[in-house]
């Protein structure tokens, strides 16, 4: 991930990118945001299975889906 503009140009993805770990950790934040109340939060389970289907460019905006499997 270049975080210089001019080159990051000359990379394969053609400009500026989030990374991975920078997209999933804003991801676990929105989804603990949004089921967080009166209970614990076990994080990082299933983090195995996390597929990124494009890249995040500045700018862009992103959704979050998960299946909460027991509570």
Do not use: C, N
């Amino acid at each position: 991930m270049h975080t210089y503009p001019m080159a990051a140009l000359k990379w394969q993805f053609s400009g500026l990118i989030a990374g991975g770990y920078r997209t999933l950790g804003l991801s676990v934040r929105l989804l603990v945001g949004g089921i967080r109340t009166k209970r614990a939060v076990v994080g990082g389970l299933g983090t195995d299975k996390v597929t990124y289907y494009r890249s995040i460019k500045p700018g862009d905006a992103f959704t979050v889906r998960a299946e909460i499997l027991d509570t």
